[in-house]
């Protein structure tokens, strides 16, 4: 027997997803029909994006598992009506665009790359900077992706410090954790780098407080989630001279809108969103795989839990 | 009994190389007198910059060895009064410096975050580009610093081609050689870096005949030395569209003149010569350690072949 899988996402996603999807299915052994618009008491699992308009998972009463497309989940982490299992997406192909994106944006602050690229005006200014092993990087959030980002970042000889909400172990890493651990990671830290899930304990984790402890003269770059930042803090800090740069993906608002004061702050980059993103090809690797593991009784991956929102 | 180290660089290195010399002298159990001014005749080695004003070697009769202070040797191979024999540096602080220029430089290309850098303008361009695994490099040139560079480009998930004169074997590396090599190289080179050393073998290795080579819409990045590139015929592949962009660190003359078109060329980034610098600590040990080696009747490290000229 065939099993159903219900697409929730956006609908220009379909076209993405389709084929890898079905082609995934067939490469783990899956049976499945996969859908746009089919009964909700007849699904067996969901393949979920926030855009997707379900907002009721109450009508799935056979559903086994939400799958969600993305590894953010703050959109249907709160959801009440969700009493089925839900899964994050941790893709190898989201992780390597995240590690490219975050190794980028990091050298290019530590070179000063802007200097050159903005600045072709024929004035020769021949300073060397320091080497990597001169500017300690600090990772907020040690899941899949801060650890990846900070192997990258050790293998080109920046320290790297990282911090998570319970302590880990992480080889080349200097680990902290807890209140006490966060003053001291951001107090060493000229690039910070946030990569925490967004829940209510990490909301406005980088405020007006807490980029006090920054060094005089540090860069945030910020792939992980808006609320991680008090915007007006991190504005105020930038104008006073305290933060020397911010480059952001990730807003409260996004598309960020046109009038915000992020886009035409001279010390700010904006980036749409696209420090990374799920792969197709890989993520449906993913989905099948958690399918066949609950069709086989297996512990599913990346299961969020409810209580901590991740 | 003291051995005679005449320090023959412009003045103003004096003060950078001084202290870290005489500690490195100590450390490998040299024992010295470092000097700016000392006879010829009484000169046991020779630490050596193309600024010193040092042109004739021939009253150095009793010099051991001419210990160059840079990787490139250009300016003083080819010098007929030097029979005695001469060294380049290679010194893992430049070769970090040069990990770093190269894999930020190319990060930098295949992420396109100059749209970003210079278009703070409002509009959200969420277009999310290939994965490295996507855009092949080639590195011209398998020397320490194109095979560091490699290793590094390699452990950020790009298909590195490697091209240099004698066929060499790297790991992860696809390494090409000779001329029929130099074609397959450039021929699926995405973005394109060179790293050879100058000799008259490589000027113009990158003539208007290789540009042509490289596909349509390929990034051309020059850490190595100006002549290796024809200008003209790189200029006229920009204009044409043939090329995307050249980020170019070197130059047939230096500094670039305000008033040469590559300037204000706006698909040429200029830095200046900055990629990477041999770094006074770490050089002064590989010049101590070959001193110690000379003395000690060993081989010295990084001889140069003077027929080959590098």
């Known amino acids: 027997m065939s099993l159903n899988v219900l697409f929730a996402a956006s609908p220009s996603r379909w076209s993405q997803y389709e084929a890898p999807l079905n082609e995934a299915f067939k490469a783990f052994g899956v049976k499945a029909v996969l859908g746009l618009d089919l009964p909700p008491e007849e699904v067996d699992y969901i393949v979920y994006a926030p855009q997707s308009g379900v907002t009721d998972f109450t009508p799935f009463t056979r559903t086994k598992a939400v799958l969600n497309l993305w590894a953010g989940v703050e959109n249907i982490v709160t959801n009440d009506t969700l009493t089925q299992p839900l899964a994050r997406m941790v893709d190898e192909g989201l992780t ?15 070179l000063n790359t802007d200097l050159h ?18 500017r300690p990087v600090t990772i907020l959030g040690l899941g899949a992706l801060g650890q990846a980002c900070g192997k990258a970042l050790v293998d ?10 319970t302590q880990k172990d992480v080889a080349g890493i200097a680990c902290m954790s807890g209140k006490e651990g966060l003053e001291r990671a951001l107090a060493t830290a000229r690039i910070v780098i946030l990569l925490l899930p967004h829940t209510s304990e990490t ?29 007006d803090a991190l504005l105020a800090a930038l104008d006073s001279g305290h933060l020397d740069h911010a480059t952001l993906d990730v807003f409260r608002t996004e ?11 001279p010390k700010v980059t904006v980036t749409p969103h696209k420090a990374s993103e799920t792969r197709p090809c890989s993520a449906a690797r993913v989905i099948a795989e958690n399918i066949r593991r609950g069709e086989a009784g297996e512990p599913f991956l990346h299961l969020v839990d409810r209580s901590l929102g991740y």
Chains 1, 2 share one sequence.
């Open 96 to 110: 390597q665009g995240m590690v490219e994106w975050v190794t980028g944006h990091t050298l290019r602050h530590h």
């Open 117 to 134: 690229v903005k600045g072709q005006d024929g004035i020769w200014r021949d300073d060397v900077p320091p080497l990597a092993g001169d």
């Open 156 to 165: 080109l000889g920046f320290p790297v410090t990282g911090w998570s909400r």
């Open 203 to 231: 909301e406005n984790t980088l405020d007006a407080q807490a980029i006090a402890r920054l060094p005089q003269g540090a860069v945030v770059i910020n792939p992980g989630r808006g609320p991680l930042i008090d915007d």
């Open 255 to 265: 598309p960020l809108p046109p009038e915000h004061a992020f886009w035409a702050h």
